[in-house]
């Protein structure tokens, strides 16, 4: 099995930072592309970014130029910077992993707990 375990969140204010983490561990072989999502109430899910092993990322339109995502590969861990931060970014943010646990598995999705990010005067 994999666990993914966020840490980061909290409550800001308007302008603010925040810098969320996202630690995998358990059977890992190897992590391909790792991503965090979103999901304010009322709403559905959303990706906010993701990046591949490589290090090749994603935003959503609504991030860019505000959150960076990046990942220490020797670690197992995901970061995301998140700057200027708005209070329509209060929602529960996601960590996503997809993991390989031996050489000759199929790559497998993993999700963390959830982190509660507010921004809010």
């Known amino acids: 099995q994999v666990q993914l375990v966020e840490s980061g969140g909290g409550l800001v204010q308007p302008g603010g930072s925040l810098r969320l983490s996202c630690a995998a561990s358990?059977?890992?072989?190897?992590?391909?592309?790792m991503g965090w999502y979103r999901q304010a109430p009322g709403k559905e899910r959303e990706l906010v970014a993701t990046i591949t092993g490589g290090g090749r990322t994603q935003y959503a339109d609504s991030v860019k130029g505000r959150f960076t995502i990046s990942r220490d590969n020797a670690k197992n861990t995901v970061y995301l910077q998140m700057n200027s931060l708005k209070p329509e970014d209060t929602a529960v943010y996601y960590c996503n992993a997809n993991v390989r646990s031996g050489i000759w598995d199929s790559a497998h999705d993993y999700w963390g707990q959830g982190t509660r990010v507010t921004v809010s005067s």
């Open positions: 358990g059977s890992i072989f190897s992590i391909n592309a």
